[in-house]
């Protein structure tokens, strides 16, 4: 049980990571992956490119249920609940 919450929180990061990264092709202003984040920390936007990011996890949430991989989906609820977390840090210390 476990394990599989731990891979469902792995297939959460792994799925929020790709997601801040279409994020940041589709919105930022360079192809560096660097500068683009810099100005998104700079003009106060980088909390809105993570919550974005984090909207991939929804639809592997949603196949894990499907697949009545119940233990799975709680690990990408848990990841996605991190996510949550450090963008509400990273917002009020900004």
Known sequence: MKKEILIGFIVGVIATAF???LA???FGKSNDWGIV???????????KLMSIGALLNLGVFFLFLKKNQDHRA???LIATVLVL????I???LN
């Open 19 to 21: 997601g801040l990264i």
């Open 24 to 26: 940041l092709q589709i």
């Open 37 to 47: 984040i810099r100005q998104a920390i700079s003009e106060n936007f980088l909390t």
């Open 74 to 76: 709680k690990g990408v």
């Open 85 to 88: 977390i450090s963008t509400m």
């Open 90 to 92: 990273i917002k009020f």
